[in-house]
């Protein structure tokens, strides 16, 4: 059972929030000045022997402090990475340590904020962590709610992500009718398919896929960015004649947001060198070399994840990815149809993930009245696109992008039949 102690927490692959119940409403904790959200990521500042957390880790990176940046650490979780140990500022940490750090840094500023002691969490879950692998996903579960208790909870409940932003926004499916909640956030998208009933609602189905923004990035990056570096390029054979292609598996992990703070090692640097000295096309692999020696590849998504909102924004049918921090006047241009190319694979997983959803509920796609979308990912058109399609004689509505979940749990934080 909930108590009035507890701290409802959307720990996010991209962005958390955190809140309480005041006076019988959601209250969101300001994490960082004017925000109610705060970007998950972490810089340890070498110079300054201290953890930078969220918007300064992200400047930190981005002014080249001597540091290491981290982000979508919660893709790791459930991973072997995991217990990957790591010597920095003074300390051995694994990414237990690590994540721990980042939620107890959130319990120690809403308990600023909301002059109390929170002794129980109620976390936000995806539906699956890893959709597909049950060992993995259980390991998942049993790896955060590690995190939480090192991060000084006491006690840790679980709530499915789309469940709680069902529970916040069912006002916005009519009443009886079958409404769908879409978040596609930046590492898993998420369903549930609920009706609204009173003052609440009816759960049908719940389902997920490990499928978000921060693979939409790296799909480009793959596409757009990497064979700038190398990718697909001929390696002269060092036993014999004849070529090779390029290692792929280094540009996936370069492209990869948590993958890349395992690349900076001296293994990795010694192999890259050898490529670089074996290469046909040696300025490829001058640059791949120059963006691990000066650590840039967190910088390198950050402008591919710049580009893809741009994009899928703007009016224009182009947008530039800005790589001149890498090589003065290096960008990548790509265009409306190269985004929907690189990302045709995820949108329809996502597709085919709503479309199971149904299925589980025993319900055909014309009785869902309403399709609410959550998560920065649903602004995405593509995502959108990809509802319409299935689903063309509902209601597409629009909940808050980054609070929708937060606000649900900490609903239910207050609600005595906390699972
Ligand atoms: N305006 C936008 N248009 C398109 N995508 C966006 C926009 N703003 C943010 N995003 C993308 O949304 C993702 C983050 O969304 P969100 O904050 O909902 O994820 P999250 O809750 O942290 O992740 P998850 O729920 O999967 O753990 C990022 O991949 C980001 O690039
Ligand atoms: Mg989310």
């Keep these: 059972m909930a108590k009035s102690n507890t701290l409802a927490i959307d720990f996010g692959t991209s962005n958390s929030a955190a809140g309480i119940m005041v006076n019988g409403k959601p209250y969101l904790v300001e994490l960082e000045a004017g925000k109610t959200t705060i970007p998950t990521s972490l810089f340890f500042d070498f110079e300054g022997q201290?953890?930078?957390?969220?918007?300064p880790a992200n400047k930190a990176l981005i002014e080249g402090y001597e540091g290491r940046f981290m982000r979508a650490l919660k893709s790791i979780l459930g991973t072997s990475l995991m217990r990957e140990k790591r010597r920095m500022m003074g300390e051995t940490l694994d990414f237990i340590?690590?994540?721990?750090?980042?939620?107890?840094?959130i319990k120690t500023r809403a308990e600023r904020a909301c002059h109390q002691e929170f002794d129980t969490a109620l976390s936000g879950r995806p539906v699956y962590f890893h959709s597909g692998n049950a060992v993995?996903?259980?390991?998942?579960?049993?790896?955060?709610?590690?995190?939480?208790?090192?991060?000084?909870?006491?006690?840790?409940?679980?709530?499915?992500?789309?469940?709680?932003?069902?529970?916040?926004?069912?006002?916005?499916?009519?009443?009886g009718k079958a409404g769908l909640i879409v978040d596609i956030g930046g590492g898993t998208s998420d369903f549930c398919l609920f009706k609204s009933k009173g003052t609440g609602i009816d759960i049908l189905a719940s389902h997920g896929v490990?499928?978000?923004?921060?693979?939409?990035?790296?799909?480009?990056?793959?596409?757009?960015?990497?064979?700038?570096?190398?990718?697909?390029?001929?390696?002269?054979?060092?036993?014999?004649?004849?070529?090779?292609?390029?290692?792929?598996?280094?540009?996936?992990?370069?492209?990869?947001?948590?993958?890349?703070?395992?690349?900076?090692?001296?293994?990795?640097?010694?192999?890259v060198k050898n490529l670089h000295h074996l290469a046909v096309e040696k300025p490829l692999f001058a640059r791949l070399e120059s963006v691990l020696t000066h650590e840039l590849a967190h910088e390198m998504a950050f402008a591919v994840e710049h580009g893809k909102i741009r994009l899928n924004k703007g009016l224009n049918d182009h947008s530039m990815i800005d790589l001149?921090?890498?090589?003065n006047g290096l960008n990548v241009n790509i265009s409306k149809q190269d985004l929907t190319g690189s990302l045709a694979a995820h949108a329809q997983k996502i597709q085919d993930c709503a479309k199971e959803t149904l299925v589980l509920a025993g319900l055909p796609a014309t009785s869902v009245a309403s399709v609410i979308l959550v998560g920065g990912s649903s602004l995405m058109s593509v995502v959108e696109r990809a509802m319409m399609d299935i689903f063309p004689t509902a209601t597409l509505k629009y909940a808050d992008a980054f609070t929708a979940i937060v606000d649900g749990l900490v609903i239910s934080s207050a609600d005595k039949n906390l699972r």
């Excluded at 001149?324 to 090589?327: K, L, N, Q, T």
């Design 324 to 327: 001149g921090f890498v090589e």
């Design 210 to 271: 490990r499928v978000g923004g921060t693979n939409f990035d790296k799909s480009i990056s793959v596409d757009h960015v990497m064979p700038l570096l190398g990718k697909g390029s001929d390696i002269r054979n060092e036993m014999g004649a004849g070529t090779l292609t390029a290692p792929n598996g280094l540009f996936q992990d370069l492209a990869t947001w948590e993958k890349i703070p395992f690349l900076y090692s001296a293994d990795t640097r010694r192999m």
């Design 50 to 55: 201290k953890i930078l957390f969220g918007k």
């Design 97 to 105: 340590d690590i994540i721990s750090r980042f939620l107890k840094e």
């Design 136 to 175: 993995k996903d259980a390991q998942a579960l049993a790896d955060l709610t590690q995190c939480y208790l090192k991060a000084g909870f006491r006690d840790v409940h679980f709530m499915y992500e789309p469940e709680a932003a069902a529970i916040a926004n069912h006002a916005l499916s009519d009443d």
